[in-house]
């Protein structure tokens, strides 16, 4: 078994041993009863237990972000713990960069690894303002002797450069990766353009994954983004999952709802709605023990069909309201494949909806 992951049986046992076990499970029969009673059990979609990067890693869905950790926004001890309590249920995956707080994320981060390391995967990232000459390469030096790690799982480009720098950043990574500093590396913040351009160099199908903004509130990668990866085999690692500190989705009447159905809390909804495909990694940030054990509770909640059409209704994504009838509330236009654009990156199974709609007209 992979070391970062938990199996069902360790997974209960944690739960049993932070208190979880009664939402967790009333969650999982909840949503077994609920599916019962509205017919839509065939359809019930358990939450996701692991997703696949494309070296064959497999890490778990819901991981834990650090953008503001060890800087003063709850007790440092408060911090540590709720990340250690995110890393015993089974969140092992910890998302920081050389550049938050100024390097002081990862200093925090060096203590709730030390004596853990190989039980979790450490994502960090380079600035794209550090690239020329060995930029990455000192980057990723100043950022493990931060953490007190000799590696980093996961290595990404922050921001997008410029394409004509793509062949360097990717020539720099994998040097990292042939000297063991590095495991993978990946994008972040890169549209569909981007993408394709770091995909024309050499290496450059070697990304493991691209790190965007995803969650309810903000669905727009919905429309591009995260077709492309799928069409690419790419799992996307979303970032503010709960819409982020000023946008934040936990207090939503719908969301509570669904929540009360499943005997857990409006924010592991949220998450469990983000995690929903398998290919999406959620690194929701918490400094807060108690948050932190409400989001754990993602990775056991199955949302039912009917679920994920209430949630679709009151937050409609880029392409509106796929409604339970059959009939789709069409987007006013579709950059994917009307003209003038040639080539086309949307999703097959979004293409049928469009066209076969089309042709009803
Ligand atoms: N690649 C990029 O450009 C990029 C950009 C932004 C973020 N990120 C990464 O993504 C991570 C998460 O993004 P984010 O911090 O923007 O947004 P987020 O995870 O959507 O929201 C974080 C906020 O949610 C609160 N929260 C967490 N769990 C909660 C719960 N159960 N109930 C109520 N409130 C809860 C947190 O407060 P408490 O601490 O009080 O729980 C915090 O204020 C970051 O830490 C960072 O690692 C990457």
Not at 20 to 43: E, H, I, K, N, R
Not at 162 to 172: H, L, M, N
Not at 280 to 308: C, F, M, Q, Y
Not at 318 to 329: E, I, K
Request: charged content about 15%.
């Amino acid at each position: 078994m992979n070391r970062h992951l938990l199996n069902r049986r360790q997974f209960s046992a944690r739960c049993a041993a932070f208190g979880l076990s009664f939402p967790a499970l009333s969650a999982m029969l909840a949503a077994q009863a609920t599916a019962q009673v509205l017919g839509t059990g065939a359809g019930s979609k358990p939450a996701a237990r692991t997703v696949k990067l494309p070296d064959g890693t497999t890490v778990p869905p819901l991981g834990q972000g650090c953008w503001h950790l060890g800087q003063g926004r709850h007790p440092p001890a408060v911090e540590e713990e709720a990340l250690r309590t995110g890393i015993s249920l089974g969140m092992t995956l910890i998302d920081t960069s050389g550049n938050y707080g100024n390097g002081r994320s990862e200093q925090f981060l060096s203590h709730v690894i030390a004596g853990q390391r190989d039980r979790i995967f450490l994502v960090s990232k380079v600035e794209g303002d550090q690239v020329s000459g060995d930029g990455i390469a000192r980057a990723c030096a100043a950022s493990l002797a931060r953490l007190g790690s000799e590696y980093l799982d996961l290595y990404l480009l922050h921001w997008p450069v410029p394409s004509a720098q793509f062949s360097g950043v990717v020539a720099a990574f994998e040097q990292l990766r042939a000297a063991g500093k590095i495991r993978a590396w990946g994008v972040s913040n890169f549209n569909v353009g981007q993408m394709e351009d770091l995909f024309r160099v050499p290496d450059g199908h070697r990304c493991a994954t691209n790190q965007v903004p995803y969650s309810l509130n903000n669905r727009r990668i919905e429309r591009d983004v995260l077709p492309w990866c799928k069409q690419h085999n790419l799992p996307v690692m979303a970032y503010s999952p709960l819409g982020g500190d000023n946008n934040l989705v936990v207090g939503d009447r719908t969301l509570a709802q669904v929540g009360t159905i499943h005997g857990c809390s409006a924010a592991a909804v949220a998450l469990a709605w983000v995690i929903r495909s398998g290919s999406v990694i959620a690194i929701p940030e918490s400094g807060s023990p108690a948050h932190v054990k409400e989001n754990a509770v993602a990775l056991s909640i199955a949302l039912t069909p009917r679920d994920l059409q209430t949630l679709d209704e009151a937050f409609p994504g880029p392409f509106g309201v796929a409604r339970a009838s059959g009939a789709t509330q069409l987007p006013s236009t579709c950059s994917s494949c009307l003209p003038p654009v040639r080539r086309c990156n949307a999703v097959d199974s979004l293409h049928s909806i469009l066209q076969i709609a089309r042709r009803k007209r």
